[in-house]
């Protein structure tokens, strides 16, 4: 039995979504923004996690049809707030958790670009601070949907939504900087492709190196997930 079945239930949910993953912080920055033009047959936003009054609010404006969670789905108050706020609005809800501290799985690149491009618009694209994993799922949406260069669309990955490329986070940038530095000798190689056939999360991680200062930021100041 959820437990938004009981006031008691009900009550310990808002508590944990407002205090303890710091919903009280959120209402007062949404961190949202538009990711296609507004004549576009494809409308995309991205933020940090929606309060149900913040969905309700989407679908009336935008029509909202779905959200891509890049956080679990778990029993969670956060969670299960919006779970219950997309059911009753109609919205159909994607967990697809990722990490913003690790290189993506290539199956796991696989299945978000397989999503944004089989799953039905407008969407929201959400993590917990709407800073990392939403940067870079919103990167894939520029390449895969609108068809931006990765070089143009990695501006998503940026410090205008409070994202750090120099924590472990920025092995988020460090993917596409890789790619980047491959395609000036294979300007033939997609960057699909490259996630295919060249990705080597292994030896990412063994090159990559973040700065402390910064890890203190993400971690310890920010509590970003």
Known sequence: MSKLQSKHGRLLAHLEAWLVDHEILRVLFRNFYRLSPRDSEVQAFRSNHPSPGF????KQRHGLKTVLSLRAANQTGQFLLEKEACDRLGIRLINLPISSRNFPKKEK????IDQLQSLDYPLLIHCKSGA???GLV???FKHFVLGEPIAQARKQLGMKYGHFRWADTGKLDYLFDEFERFETTHPEVSFHQWIQHHYDREQLNQTFQAAGWANIVVNKILHRE
């Open 132 to 134: 990392d994993r939403a």
């Open 55 to 58: 969905l309700k609010k989407l």
């Open 109 to 112: 690149l696989e299945q978000l």
């Open 138 to 140: 919103s990167v894939l």
